[in-house]
């Protein structure tokens, strides 16, 4: 297994997040993953100064719609980044790879097109033992990661953005 810790050792100061608005949208798929997931990311949004009041969280049924949910919310222009959350777990049939690959993908193009951050906050594991220990256990907490992810996205895009 990776040792791999993300961020734990990075040496560089997060940005300042007072100010971030930050929308999460995840799945009714899967919930007694995503919930959690969704629980850390907002914990650690706030932990690092994010207003409970600038933050929004969206359901959709699975994964795969989380690709519309996310483009509405960026299109709503309310927010600074979008994080998505879903966890698909690999099935008897080649189902897990086309929502997989389709939501990945989706997700993938409209960061790219998107004038806003969007996470890409999406487990995609074997079985449910993989997804809980994704939960701050042995593999790292993800739903800290998307939302630290989320807090420098933001600040990263705001470099880029005209001064009036
Ligand atoms: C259909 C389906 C299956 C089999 N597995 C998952 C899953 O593990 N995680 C998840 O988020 N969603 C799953 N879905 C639902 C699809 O994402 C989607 O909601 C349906 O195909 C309808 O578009």
């Given at each position: 297994?990776?040792?791999?810790?993300?961020?734990t050792e990075?040496t560089?100061?997060l940005p300042?997040a007072?100010?971030?608005?930050?929308?999460?949208?995840t799945?009714?798929?899967n919930c007694?993953?995503?919930?959690?997931?969704?629980?850390s990311a907002v914990r650690?949004l706030?932990?690092?100064?994010?207003?409970?009041?600038?933050?929004t969280i969206?359901?959709?049924p699975?994964?795969?719609e989380?690709i519309?949910?996310?483009?509405?919310l960026?299109?709503?222009?309310?927010?600074?980044?979008?994080?998505?959350i879903?966890?698909v777990?690999?099935?008897?049939t080649p189902?897990?790879?086309?929502?997989c690959?389709g939501?990945?993908q989706?997700l993938?193009s409209l960061?790219?097109q998107?004038?806003?951050?969007?996470?890409?906050?999406v487990?995609?594991?074997n079985n449910?033992?993989q997804?809980?220990?994704r939960?701050g256990?042995?593999?790292?907490?993800k739903?800290?990661e998307?939302?630290?992810?989320?807090?420098?996205m933001v600040?990263?895009?705001?470099?880029?953005k005209?001064?009036?």
């Amino acid at each position: 297994m990776s040792s791999f810790k993300f961020n734990t050792e990075s040496t560089r100061p997060l940005p300042d997040a007072t100010q971030m608005r930050i929308a999460i949208v995840t799945t009714e798929w899967n919930c007694e993953i995503t919930d959690r997931l969704v629980e850390s990311a907002v914990r650690t949004l706030r932990d690092n100064g994010v207003d409970a009041s600038n933050i929004t969280i969206e359901y959709v049924p699975g994964s795969f719609e989380l690709i519309f949910g996310a483009a509405q919310l960026v299109s709503a222009k309310r927010h600074d980044a979008v994080i998505a959350i879903g966890c698909v777990i690999r099935g008897e049939t080649p189902h897990f790879d086309y929502i997989c690959q389709g939501t990945t993908q989706g997700l993938a193009s409209l960061n790219a097109q998107a004038e806003i951050p969007v996470v890409y906050g999406v487990l995609t594991v074997n079985n449910i033992e993989q997804a809980l220990d994704r939960l701050g256990g042995k593999a790292g907490d993800k739903g800290a990661e998307f939302a630290l992810t989320a807090i420098k996205m933001v600040a990263y895009s705001c470099q880029f953005k005209k001064k009036l």
